[in-house]
């Protein structure tokens, strides 16, 4: 309770503002309220969200892809004069005509791509007209109804392989999204401790600096009396011409850190505020197994290292499905008409079936096909190793945030007592120099070594806090409450739209 009581104490020395008074239109920010508006305001979560939906439109149209879709296309108006070959096929004389002709068509189809199969489905109905001006004559070709189907063979299926990949893309975009913010939390530690350093800085310089005038002025009637040298009163003089240019750089550092967290946090220029800065250090104790197993579950890392290999394994099925014999299967069934008339061509409806297998097979290609294969099998062994390897550094990394957060939480209550010590140290060392008991030697290593202490204590609540919420976005988890870091993604989504 007395350690608690000793860090409020301090902090709220730490936030008083040294160039201004607190006014009436002062308006006060927490660490947790700096986080808040960050996520929700800054260009970084904006970015991150801009990110999210063009990955959600990716999905959206992988999905589509699975869905039937339904087409209009055709050729209208085209008008056609021109000179075009023709053969007489009693002796094979090849004589050119006069073309003039104007032409229609439209077809409606209904297209279903089979993902497991990697063929496709379509039904269409097709209507086409013929204007022959030169023999003023009208053809109709309609195909009311037709059904096809083409099945590649012993190939490549890109569909198959989507199915794989791209709700695996789609879930590491949320999760990447939730690290995002969450290091917007990082960053947002890093500037809001930065002004509170300076803000103490800034004032303990003032603070310093009347404490050196103060003690010059005591400084000047003991050199009258004879019980201070000429030396040490320069020395004095030295500390006080010192600590002014020390108080104007801390003001000028306190004026860039603050104007970098508001235009951070994008708040409107010149707005007056007042940092409050955390009374306590978190309270947590964290077990690197419990960090491993939440970092697994939760974070893009392992996800991502899954996507790598499916990409691998993709580009060898995609080599192997270039190489050899590549076959489709095609065929048809339906019905079509020809006439000279609108209902001639829809009357008396001929039954029309195809049916084939299409075939290739590259007889010789100086192994380049072999060349693939062989190129995409390396690139799946280096994702394997490199995958190992970032699993391994990825460990080390947790092992060692982990650590330090443990070892940084002890430090802090330790090191706030130092500087409670280090303060004792120095009010007693002061007045044993107004008193003519110790030299100014002595009281500005009693000064300085109060001044470590702070920058000290300061330097780890900052570390500590910075840790902590670089574990949050690598895990995706608030070890403070105890509950996974989750976001409305529909919700997001929907307001983005």
Same mark, same amino acid.
């Given at each position: ?66 869905l039937p879709s339904v087409n209009l296309s055709g050729g209208l108006m085209e008008f056609n004069r021109s000179m075009v070959e023709?053969?007489? +096929? ?58 096809? +189907? ?26 990447? +999204? ?13 500037l809001f401790f930065n002004v509170l350093s300076s803000q103490s800085d800034c004032r303990q310089a003032q603070s310093n600096l ?288």
């Open positions: 309770m007395k350690m608690r009581l000793r860090t409020i104490i301090f902090f709220t020395f730490l936030t008083l503002v040294p160039f201004a008074a607190i006014g009436k239109g002062k308006n006060t920010l927490t660490l947790a309220d700096a986080i808040e508006i960050a996520q929700a305001n800054s260009f970084s979560a904006t970015v991150a969200r801009l990110n999210l939906m063009s990955r959600y439109w990716s999905y959206r149209s992988y999905r589509a892809e699975m023709t053969r007489n +096929y009693e002796d094979g004389q090849i004589r050119y005509v006069e073309n003039n002709t104007l032409s229609n068509n439209l077809m409606l189809s209904v297209d279903q791509n089979i993902a497991p199969l990697g063929g496709k489905v379509s039904l269409q109905s097709y209507l086409y007209r013929l204007d022959q001006f030169s023999y003023d004559n009208v053809l109709y070709n309609s195909r009311p109804i037709r059904l096809s +189907y083409t099945q590649p063979l012993f190939s490549y299926n890109s569909l198959k392989w989507m199915k794989k990949t791209e709700p695996l893309r789609y879930e590491l975009a949320k999760r990447t +999204y939730l690290e995002a913010i969450e290091e917007i939390g990082v960053n947002v530690v890093d009347a404490d050196r005038k103060a003690l010059y002025e005591i400084a000047r009637k003991r050199l009258e009396i004879g019980t201070i040298t000429k030396s040490e009163l320069l020395q004095l003089e030295l500390s006080v011409i010192n600590g002014e240019l020390e108080a104007d750089n801390t003001r000028l550092t306190l004026d860039n850190r603050m104007f970098a967290l508001t235009s951070y946090l994008r708040l409107p220029v010149g707005i007056d505020i007042e940092l409050v800065a955390p009374y306590s250090m978190p309270d947590a104790s964290l077990s690197l197994t419990d960090v491993i197993d939440r970092a697994v579950n939760n974070s893009s890392h392992a996800m991502q290292r899954r996507l790598d290999v499916l990409q691998s394994e993709q580009g060898v099925a995609q080599a192997k499905g270039r190489q050899g014999i590549s076959l489709e299967l095609y065929g048809e069934v339906g019905l079509n008409k020809t006439g000279h008339t609108l209902r001639g061509a829809y009357s008396g409806l001929q039954d029309n079936e195809i049916v084939g297998l299409r075939l290739s097979l590259p007889l010789f290609d100086w192994g380049v096909g072999k060349g693939r294969v062989k190129m995409a099998k390396a690139d799946l062994e280096a994702t394997l190793v490199r995958n190992e390897q970032l699993q391994e550094e990825y460990i080390q990394d947790m092992t060692s945030n982990v650590n330090s957060f443990n070892i940084h939480t002890a430090q802090c209550h330790k090191a706030m007592r130092a500087y409670d010590i280090a303060v004792e140290r120095y009010e007693i060392t002061r007045r044993r120099f107004e008193a003519g008991s110790v030299t100014v030697t002595d009281l500005n290593t009693a000064w300085q070594e109060a001044e470590n202490a702070r920058t000290q204590y300061m330097r780890l609540l900052q570390s500590c806090w910075s840790t902590y919420y670089s574990l949050r976005r690598t895990t995706l988890y608030d070890w403070l409450n105890s509950r996974d870091i989750s976001a409305d993604f529909d919700t997001l989504i929907n307001s983005q739209k």
